[in-house]
């Protein structure tokens, strides 16, 4: 079964940056999409942004867009999100997620419910 781990997270002041990686266990693993998520205390899990592994589509939550930038890191099989002008909000354990199976229809592209492989979480905390 395929794992996903997420490293990077950390603290850092509000307008500061950082950088999270998700990697998966297997080179070989064969998906759709990737996505990252996030959790604040008390809240629900919610969607940060997602983009099509083979290229050509990207979808990021109005609150992090112009800020936050997600890639692919084709040598380490990895995908990378950006984080800059951090805010406290931002403060949440970050998830990294996959699908498997095609995803279609724009809305669908941000229910955790179309991930079918999660890793186990970042925090990220964001002081004022």
């Known amino acids: 079964q395929v794992q996903l781990a997420e490293s990077g997270g950390g603290l850092v002041q509000a307008g500061g940056s950082l950088r999270l990686s998700c990697a998966a266990s297997?080179?070989?693993?064969?998906?759709?999409?990737m996505g990252w998520f996030r959790q604040a205390p008390g809240k629900e899990r919610e969607f940060v942004v997602a983009m099509r592994w083979s290229g050509g589509f990207t979808l990021y939550a109005d609150s992090v867009k112009g800020r936050f930038t997600i890639s692919r890191d084709n040598n380490e099989n990895t995908v990378v999100l950006q984080m800059n002008s951090l805010k406290p909000e931002d403060t949440a354990v970050y998830y990294c997620?996959?699908?498997?199976?095609?995803?279609?229809?724009?809305?669908?592209?941000?229910?955790?419910?179309?991930?079918?492989?999660w890793g186990q979480g970042t925090q990220v905390t964001v002081s004022s």
């Open positions: 297997e080179r070989t693993f064969s998906r759709f999409a």
């Open positions: 997620a996959a699908s498997r199976s095609p995803i279609f229809g724009g809305s669908t592209w941000s229910r955790t419910t179309t991930y079918d492989v």
